[in-house]
């Protein structure tokens, strides 16, 4: 019976509920699922797609608090989320635990992503993004928009990027960073290099 594509367990944090302007872009909920926990719909999905997944679905914010115990149960830390504070907690529990960060964010017609392991010799998330945008600078997808395909392309991308490291194989992206223009139909990659006086990972 041929399946879609999934490793054993995934565990999914996420505290907010599907809203029908999610829709346009987040393809793992349904209109028929407003209303709904995103990570229950998420389950819902993925259990759909192929049963033989466990998902563990935490319908709660992300903290400090929990993220060391959170992070301990898992391999890869994939991190998809909306704003900068989160990204740095993420970034933060990663490097403490020496898990590979998959990290991947977008605003309008433009996407990132790059892979952060200072454990096997590549930057953190700080070392590329040091200091925290100003109010106003950075405009969240709900405020600026987003093309609706850029998180799946985004998305595809980390899945991607997941797959090699639990394989091994090709070249992971650590240490670079893709940057994807969808409107000019563009994408290209820089260098990003470990920072010795990094706050985060530095002596690490
Ligand atoms: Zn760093």
């Keep these: 019976m041929p399946l879609a594509a999934g490793v054993g367990t995934l565990g999914v944090i996420d505290d907010d509920r599907v809203e029908n302007s999610n829709l346009q872009r987040q393809i793992i909920h349904t209109d028929g699922r407003i209303g709904m926990p995103k990570v229950f719909s998420a389950q819902a999905a993925v259990e759909a797609l192929n049963p033989f997944i466990t998902l563990r679905p935490y319908n709660r914010r992300l903290s400090d608090a929990i993220a060391a115990e959170l992070f301990a149960d898992y391999d890869i830390i994939l991190d998809g989320s909306d704003n900068f504070d989160t990204r740095a907690l993420v970034n933060r529990a990663a490097v ?42 950075v405009p969240s997808c709900a405020e600026a928009g987003v093309v609706a395909p850029l998180p799946g392309i985004l998305g595809a991308m980390m899945a991607v990027e997941a797959i090699k490291l639990i394989t091994g194989a090709g070249r992971p992206l650590t240490g670079r960073l893709i940057l994807h223009d969808a409107l000019e139909g563009e994408s290209r990659q820089i260098r990003v290099p470990r920072r010795l006086d990094c706050p985060v990972c530095g002596g690490a």
Excluded: K, T
């Excluded at 392991?117 to 590549?122: E, K």
């Design 96 to 137: 403490a635990a020496g898990l590979p960060l998959v990290s991947a964010a977008i605003a309008q017609w433009e996407g990132q992503i790059g892979v952060y392991h200072p454990a096997a010799d590549g930057p953190c998330l700080a070392c590329a993004f040091p200091d925290r945008p100003a109010p106003g600078q």
